[in-house]
């Protein structure tokens, strides 16, 4: 799970400060800061549901990234295992059948 980054406190919508540790075990820190006021008239809890549609929005990138790394590794696997031979061999054909299903769906393209 993603953690929020956006809240919404006193009638302004705010970014959280941001860690991101790399590989390499170094860490970047991304400082916060204030994204927006809200009117008055638009009520108390605007600056709250807007910090909710922003969490939601960045949630929905991150977890596309993640889709795209995960179909790139099944298709490199799928590719190996073909490339290897093995494709032929019992448990790897159904395997191989599911993966593929599996990655049509995943881009949209139905089922191969």
């Known amino acids: 799970m993603i ?3 956006y809240t919404g406190k006193g ?3 705010w970014k959280e400060p941001v860690e991101t540790k790399h590989p ?11 994204v927006c006021k809200m009117m008055p ?4 809890d605007a ?10 929005a960045e949630r929905a990138d991150a977890e596309a990234a993640i889709k ?7 298709d490199r696997l799928v590719k190996e295992v073909v490339l290897c031979g ?7 054909e159904v395997w191989l059948s599911m993966a593929r299903i599996a990655m049509a769906k995943a881009t949209g393209q139905g089922a191969p």
Request: glycine share 12%.
């Open 41 to 44: 008239e638009v009520g108390d």
């Open 47 to 56: 600056a709250s549901t807007l910090a909710e549609m922003l969490n939601t």
């Open 3 to 5: 953690a929020p980054t």
């Open 11 to 13: 009638g302004y919508v």
């Open 68 to 74: 795209a790394d995960l179909l790139e590794a099944l």
């Open 24 to 34: 390499d075990g170094i860490s970047s820190f991304a400082l916060g800061f204030r």
């Open 86 to 92: 093995y494709a032929d061999q019992s448990g790897f």
